[in-house]
């Protein structure tokens, strides 16, 4: 066999893997995208959710220690007393 005809039987069957590989590539690289921007948005809602409840805390924190001071002060008073 001629090698021409040979080479020119195999330039489409190059291409075409060529092809489908980089098309197969780029829709990888889409859904990875896709994937990444979902963590990504699970991530932010989850850092404002654990954000809320420190906050929540931290208020119920500092209500409990104002609370514990006055009980504190009242139990010396009635020690002075």
């Known amino acids: 066999m001629d090698p021409l ?3 020119g039987m195999q330039i489409p069957v ?3 893997f060529a092809w489908f590989v980089l098309k197969m ?3 990888h690289t889409k859904a990875q995208e896709r994937r990444d921007d979902e963590w ?3 991530l932010k809602d989850q850092r404002e959710s654990h954000h809320a409840a420190l906050s929540r ?3 119920e924190i500092k ?3 104002h609370e514990i001071a006055a009980a504190i002060a009242v139990m010396r008073d009635r020690a002075g007393a």
Request: proline share 0%; hydrophobic share 55%.
């Open 5 to 7: 005809i040979s080479i």
């Open 14 to 16: 190059v291409a075409m």
């Open 25 to 27: 590539t780029a829709d």
């Open 40 to 42: 990504r948005d699970f």
């Open 57 to 59: 805390l931290a208020e």
């Open 63 to 65: 209500t409990l220690g």
